[in-house]
Structures are given as C-alpha cells and as structure tokens.
C-alpha cells in the first residue's frame, strides 16, 4: 500500500535507488504553521550515520517543499515534498546470495511486498513530524491541542529492560540509542556493537506516552 489514513492521506513515490524519493499530503486545512525546517528536523533525527550503533551509510536527506506552503503556512491544497536525487550505486548493496538483508528489498519482495526501503521511512517521517503526515499532523496538532504531549523511547534492547519511565524527548535524544535512561543506554550501545560486530542484530521494545488528549477523541471500533 503506497497511500496511507483517511483524514489526513499520504501518498510516497519513488524507489530507494530512483532518481528521487518524495510524498504528497491531502486532507490538511489552511493555515497550519509548517516551514521546511520543521520537516527537515523530523528528517535529522532519523538520519543514518550519526553514531557507531546506526548505519555507516551517509545521506543528506534534504527535503525540499513543492507545493501546499506559502509564507509558512499551509494553503488547504495538497502538500507535495521530495528528497534529493540519489544515483547510489548497486553494488555493495546487494544482498548475499540465498539471503536478505532485514531491512532491505529482498524479503520483501519474496513476499511480495510492493515496495520496501529504509529511505522509504524519509516519507513517512515528514508525514510524522510537519512534512508528511506526521510533521503535518504534529504541526496541526500543536495548533488545534496545544495541551498534547507525544513521546515515543526504546524501552529494551535484547535482555536490557530500562526503568518504567515517561521521558522527555529531550532525554530520548541525549544518546543515539534513543533510550532514556543512561545506564541502560550505555548497555544497550555495547550489546548494539557486538552483534554488529559478529553480523547479528538484536531485537527490541518501543513504547509511547501520549497525553493531553481530549475525551471522546476518535471511535469505539474500527476505523478510530
């Protein structure tokens, strides 16, 4: 599925090793603060290449907004953003012959997945924090619940469970495992850093605390 949500669509485009990579946004009113910069912090936190317990791989991630903003507000239209072009080369990327890597294109497409991509989460984290639906229903949000707090944290990693907590979101990014707690942090980098070293990866909880939301919000059965 390439469009995603009812009230507010987004719709991605493009392939992970396409000429561009972008996504439009339907079903937000007029008159919503949103600028590029909004978007490209969403962009900035999810960037690969920032620590040793994230992919080496180096991207600058630039977005750029075509069209549904003017003067820092949204217009009622369509909101249309892409990335930049990438013309990354193919080999290097390949997956080994007979696997897949977790992340990558190969499972997927045995599964018949119509499109998979970690550059794919470029898109769907505009969507999230003002740029696609997500930055355009965060900037929407602020406007209409201003009272709203969302935080989202890695709870665990492998066997490493951090305390019960309802961080800020300041504290999920004082360290690149985005784990809150720093005693916790620190164990999870070092388990993070063996099993990239021995080809293996680890599994993990998120959780998220939302608070400030209105009673009645949403449906009692499908569809909320």
Known sequence: MNTFGELLRLTTFGESHGPTMGAVIDGCPAGVPLSTAQIQAALDRRRPGQSSVTTARQEADQVELLSGVYEGKTLGTPIAAVGPQRRRPLEGLREPEGSSRPRGRGLARALQAPRSSGRGT???????????????????????????????????????????????????????????????????????????????????????????????LGEPCSES
Do not use: F, N, Y
């Open 122 to 216: 470029d898109e769907r984290t505009r969507d999230a924090q003002s740029g696609d639906r997500r930055a355009v229903a965060e900037a929407l949000l602020a406007r209409e619940l201003p009272e709203l707090r969302l935080v989202a944290w890695v709870a665990q990693v492998g066997p490493v469970v951090a305390p019960a907590m309802t961080p800020s979101r300041i504290q999920v990014d004082a360290h690149p495992t985005r784990c809150p707690d720093a005693a916790s942090a620190v164990r999870i980098e070092q388990l993070i850093l063996e099993a990239k070293s021995a080809g293996d990866s680890l599994g993990g909880i998120v959780e998220a605390r939302v608070e400030g939301l209105p009673i009645g």
